[in-house]
């Protein structure tokens, strides 16, 4: 993903970081548009993607801000 504005070209690690947290969020909003009741949230949210995606966060050490920021 390049802008043509900005010069740098965005970290690999970030990139495949927001990539993977987007998709997370994506499976997410289903439940909620398929109006689905909160308990068959909770086995998605403890299993598989969720804690990966935390764990790859951990891993590299990175954090985003509520601006949508890397904080490292």
Do not use: T
């Amino acid at each position: 993903m390049k802008h043509p504005d900005r010069l740098r070209r965005p970290d690999a690690v970030e990139l495949r970081l927001v990539a993977d947290l987007a998709l997370v969020v994506m499976r997410l909003q289903l439940f909620d548009l398929l109006d689905l009741p909160n308990d068959a949230l909770s086995p998605f949210q403890s299993y598989g993607d969720v804690n990966g995606v935390v764990r790859s966060f951990e891993r590299n050490g990175l954090m985003i801000d509520g601006d949508g920021k890397f904080i490292p």
